[in-house]
T-cell receptor, first 109, second 112 residues
Framework: GQSLEQPSEVTAVEGAIVQINCTYQ??????LSWYQQHDGGAPTFLSY????GLEETGRFSSFLSRSDSYGYLLLQELQMKDSASYFC??????????FGGGTRVLVKP | DAGITQSPRHKVTETGTPVTLRCHQT?????MYWYRQDPGHGLRLIHY???????DKGEVSDGYSVSRSKTEDFLLTLESATSSQTSVYFC???????????FGSGTQLSVL
């Protein structure tokens, strides 16, 4: 089976940088994804890493190290609207996506 | 936004009753998924489908069944609802080789 570990909560101020780490154990690893979910809303896709390295999308970046079974999501220039839960997810054999427990990010003024 | 509709959006039912949740898509995506979300557990896969009449179990499939008779519809059935199945249920879709999942708005199910 698969298991993912990520911190449960992170608090930061507007304009700051937050890094959310995700470590995983899985068989047949294909890639690591990140999703954002605001309270009461549906998860929305943020990024995907299939290969080692950094992927940048605006203020958000995601990193993957397959050899370390580790990745992170970097949120830069934090804004109040970034207050949400962030989930890492791994894709393994069978096109199943397994999610971590989520990290709640609270942005303070 | 991807065309995914879940119905109903909210449902309250009693223990022991059957319940069916519907997911309808207009994207013609091959893959469809049912997840449940509970505090402290993130999103857990119940069942998924990789084509019409092709389904497979996820990590928390006990007590649930699914059917996909058309590309656009994926039904989740709780044969005999229990209080432990009180949760928010999300349907999601994806294209065959696309890692991006699009989620529906969710169904809040309460089993009393």
């Amino acid at each position: 089976g698969q298991s993912l570990e990520q911190p449960s909560e992170v608090t930061a101020v507007e304009g700051a940088i937050v890094q959310i780490n995700c470590t995983y154990q899985t068989s047949g690893f294909y890639g690591l994804s990140w999703y954002q979910q605001h309270d009461g809303g549906a998860p929305t896709f943020l990024s995907y890493n299939g290969l080692d390295g950094l992927e940048e999308t605006g203020r958000f970046s995601s990193f993957l190290s397959r050899s370390d079974s580790y990745g992170y999501l970097l949120l830069q220039e934090l804004q109040m609207k970034d207050s949400a839960s962030y989930f890492c997810a791994v894709k393994a054999a069978g096109n199943k996506l397994t999610f971590g427990g989520g990290t709640r990010v609270l942005v303070k003024p | 936004d991807a065309g995914i509709t879940q119905s109903p959006r909210h449902k309250v039912t009693e223990t022991g009753t059957p319940v069916t949740l519907r997911c309808h898509q207009t994207e013609n995506h091959r893959y469809m998924y049912w997840y449940r979300q509970d505090p402290g557990h993130g999103l857990r896969l119940i069942h998924y489908s990789y084509g019409v009449k092709d389904t497979d179990k996820g990590e928390v499939s006990d007590g649930y069944s699914v059917s996909r008779s058309k590309t656009e519809d994926f039904l989740l059935t709780l044969e005999s609802a229990t209080s432990s199945q009180t949760s928010v249920y999300f349907c999601a879709i994806s294209a065959s080789s696309n890692e991006k999942l699009f989620f529906g708005s969710g169904t809040q199910l309460s089993v009393l």
